[in-house]
């Protein structure tokens, strides 16, 4: 079981962080637009502020193992919603599997989403990720199916708080 620590993210990490992600995504252009806005929160640019981003680091003896965001979620999101303050938790990556790292990312999103008022968490995953459904199920959610979200199909599902 993960027995490490979450934090924020912190700009030495983004090295690390990076190579989580090529775990989990190959599309260079997906890549790509992870990566900035990495930069883009760590700058602290007005658009990420007003987007409400937040990311998570899980360390354990020193290393990233995972990463995990939330925001304030787009229109194509919030339609799914069903109270007035919604959060949507962006990205959940570790390294590695089966030891507890994605449940403490997501339960500390949960805590920091409390904390900040929110009502309910929305989360969607891609056809693409369906080896991930397991786990966003045990969220205790609802799933939303079909679903398509710039035009790839998957899954939201919605967690009141």
């Not at 090529?22 to 602290?44: A, M, P, S």
């Not at 680091?57 to 990463?67: D, F």
């Not at 990312?105 to 989403?113: C, G, H, S, T």
Request: net charge negative.
């Amino acid at each position: 079981m993960f027995n490490g620590t979450i934090r924020e993210l912190h700009k030495d990490d983004v090295e690390q962080v990076q190579k989580i992600f090529e775990l989990y995504w190959t599309d260079d252009e997906f890549l790509e637009k992870l990566r900035n806005r990495l930069t883009q929160f760590l700058g602290n640019s007005p658009e990420m502020i007003e987007q409400g981003f937040k990311y998570f680091i899980a360390e354990e003896n020193g290393e990233v193992v995972g990463i995990a965001a939330m925001r304030k979620p787009p229109e194509k999101m919030r339609v799914y919603a069903k109270t007035s303050n919604p959060v949507e938790f962006y990205v959940l990556a570790s390294k590695y599997k089966n030891r507890g790292i994605g449940t403490a990312l997501r339960d500390k999103r949960i805590e920091e989403a409390k904390k900040l008022g929110c009502t309910e968490v929305l989360f969607y995953s891609p056809e693409s990720h369906k080896e991930s459904w397991k786990f966003h199920d045990s969220s205790g959610g609802e799933r939303i199916c079909p679903v398509a979200i710039d035009d790839e199909p998957g899954c939201i599902w919605r967690v009141l708080l």
